[in-house]
């Protein structure tokens, strides 16, 4: 408890100074940070200097998770989900990717489907209803996954002619 009184305003002011570059709340940061000090076991030796690394590692990792990660509800390339054009072509690319599915040999198109659902299955759920092992999903997932990307690949359409290529 004296750790926690002893370095309470000292990690408030580093997640404060480190929060807004990371993108994050401060509350956030400060409380990975005390979850960091939690599963590290006994205190530090030195625990300031321990505390200013956390809460500096801490931001690099939220830096790098906002830039990996994409928000459920942004669609690269599309302004807005009200717009018209917007709609339709996001109702044809569901068709396409659907249609593809459909097309994959053996047993692709349920483990497909069942990845594809709205339901949000686990991995252990979907090994459930298609019964096989947990544990060869993945590689399965895999090999779904290539056949579909060649066969969305072959139908993409070849650019037109450009400049001098005639």
Do not use: F
Request: positive net charge; contains cysteine; proline residues 8%.
């Amino acid at each position: 408890m004296d750790l926690l009184k002893q370095l309470g305003p000292l990690l408030s002011a580093e997640a404060a100074a480190e929060a807004p570059a990371a993108g994050v709340d401060a509350a956030d940061l400060e409380q990975a940070v005390w979850v960091r000090l939690l599963e590290r076991g006994p205190a530090p030796a030195e625990p300031a200097r321990w505390l200013r690394r956390a809460v500096r590692a801490e931001a690099r990792l939220a830096r790098r998770r906002a830039r990996r990660e994409i928000p459920y509800g942004c669609r690269p390339g599309s302004a807005g989900a009200a717009e018209p054009e917007a709609a339709l072509l996001h109702g044809e690319e569901n068709r396409a990717l659907r249609s593809a599915v459909a097309r994959l040999p053996g047993r692709c198109p349920e483990l497909m489907r069942a990845l594809l659902s709205p339901r949000d299955l686990t991995y252990r759920e979907i090994a459930g209803e298609l019964g096989i092992s947990q544990g060869s999903l993945g590689p399965v997932r895999s090999r779904c996954l290539g056949c579909l990307r060649r066969m969305l690949a072959a139908e993409v359409a070849a650019p037109g002619l450009r400049g001098r290529e005639r």
